[in-house]
Each structure stands twice: as structure tokens, then as C-alpha cells.
């Protein structure tokens, strides 16, 4: 078996933004691609070095956690807040540019980012001289994405992933989630909605108010940089 085929166990993180499809074809080609070329990636910078970016799926980012890396689970659920901060505040920076008066800059604010979180095993390969992983729970991460959930910003976590991690589910009154899929069978898992009750995308206070029972039920001793350290809105 090559060196590379070896299978590994790790997280498997996608980060997808809701709407994409509508709001690509209801906007200016240039500028549709633009926009959301900026928030995917301004998403990405949030979440290296806290996990490994394997692919950009066009309105996805899929990233990697390898249970060898050295990284606190803090650190990861930290990421995901870094992630969703960052979508959040690229787009209200894009809505509020006076410059730009077409549609994709009018309509940023009706995108959503969902996180997809499994832990799971994968084999990395070379295909036609690019890296890329593969595996069951590589399909099905992927499949996830296809889902019954209702809020538009959220993070779902498989059962695997919130059993790794270790979040207690009904302490941190997260919602459960059961989807079936072909050739898995029923899927569990456990949502962290992170929509205001009223219309409108979630402040980021209310993006990292969401996240706080989650680090509440962690020993936090990760060392966050100023502006995401959680441990303050965990405190409130």
C-alpha cells in the first residue's frame, strides 16, 4: 500500500454558503463571482491554521483536522466562530459600499454560511498530481450538506464529531438532527442555530453567543487572538 493511502481519522469540515446558486444567477456575472470569491476566502483565512484547507468547491470550502495535528478542541470550535465572524463582517463591508451600486453588492446580505462537522476516516491520494483525500465519510460529509435542517446559519455536527469533541448535546440544548442517506443509513447529529428570531442574517454577537455553550463545555485553554477570544461571551 503506498505511504499516502494509509488511512487517517480526523475532522471533515465543510463550510457552505446558502443562497449561492440564486444569488449567482440574480446578479452580475463579474461581480457575482467577486463577491463571493471574497467571503470564501476571507472564510478560509479564519480557519488555517486550526485545520487543513483540502478543496474550494465553488460555493465550499472543505478543510481537513487530522486527529495527529496538534490542536485543542477550543481551538477548533474557536475556528468555526473565526469563520462565521468573518462571512459576517465581509458582507456587511460589501452592503455598506457606497462605490458599488450593483445587484451583487445589494443583495450580499441574503447569503448564509453553514458548517458541516464530522470526524471520520480518509485515505489522502494523488490524482493526476493533485493531493486530495478520500473515503466513505469523506462521501458523506458531503452528503450532509443535503439536509432537513431549518435556520440558514448553523453548524451541524455529526454524532461522531460531537462525541470526539466531546460537547454533552442536551447540556448545551443543542437541536438533533436524523437524515437518511443512501447507503449510510439514518445519519445523527446535533445543530447550533445560529439565526435570529426575527428576519434578517445573525449579528456577530449573536454568532458567538451561539457558540458559547459549546466552549462552556470545553476546558478552554487555548490562547485565541484578541478579537475572537470567546472566553468572555462564555462568562455572560
Given amino acids: 500500500m503506498p505511504v499516502d493511502a494509509r488511512p487517517e481519522s480526523g475532522f471533515l469540515v465543510l463550510a ?47 478543510a481537513l483536522g487530522p486527529d495527529r495535528a496538534t490542536r485543542s478542541d477550543a481551538e ?47 485515505v489522502r491520494q494523488s490524482v493526476a498530481g493533485r493531493s486530495r483525500v478520500a473515503g466513505p465519510d469523506v462521501i458523506l460529509v458531503h452528503r450532509l450538506l443535503k439536509n432537513g435542517v431549518e435556520p440558514a446559519t448553523y453548524v451541524l455536527f455529526t454524532g461522531t464529531a460531537v462525541q470526539r469533541i466531546g460537547i454533552d448535546p442536551v447540556a448545551t440544548r443543542m437541536q438533533p438532527y436524523t437524515g437518511d442517506y443512501a447507503y449510510f443509513g439514518e445519519v445523527d447529529g446535533f445543530v447550533v442555530s445560529l439565526d435570529r428570531a426575527t428576519d434578517g442574517p445573525p ?34
Fill in 203 to 236: 449579528s456577530e454577537d449573536e454568532i458567538l453567543l451561539g457558540l458559547r455553550s459549546l466552549l462552556g463545555d470545553l476546558a478552554l485553554d487555548a490562547d485565541p487572538g484578541p478579537h475572537y477570544d470567546l472566553r468572555p461571551v462564555v462568562a455572560a
Fill in 16 to 62: 457552505d454558503i446558502s443562497g449561492f446558486t440564486k444569488f449567482v444567477t440574480a446578479t452580475e456575472i463579474e461581480h457575482g463571482a467577486e463577491t463571493t470569491g471574497a467571503l470564501l476566502a476571507d472564510v478560509i483565512e479564519a480557519l488555517v491554521p486550526t485545520l487543513e484547507i483540502q478543496e474550494l468547491e465553488g460555493d465550499a470550502v472543505f
Fill in 76 to 122: 477548533l470550535i474557536e475556528a468555526f466562530g473565526r469563520a462565521l465572524v468573518a462571512f459576517k463582517r465581509r458582507q456587511v463591508e460589501m452592503s455598506l459600499d457606497a462605490s458599488c451600486r450593483c445587484r451583487a453588492c445589494a443583495g450580499v446580505l441574503a447569503l448564509r454560511l453553514k458548517l458541516i462537522v464530522h470526524h471520520g476516516s480518509f
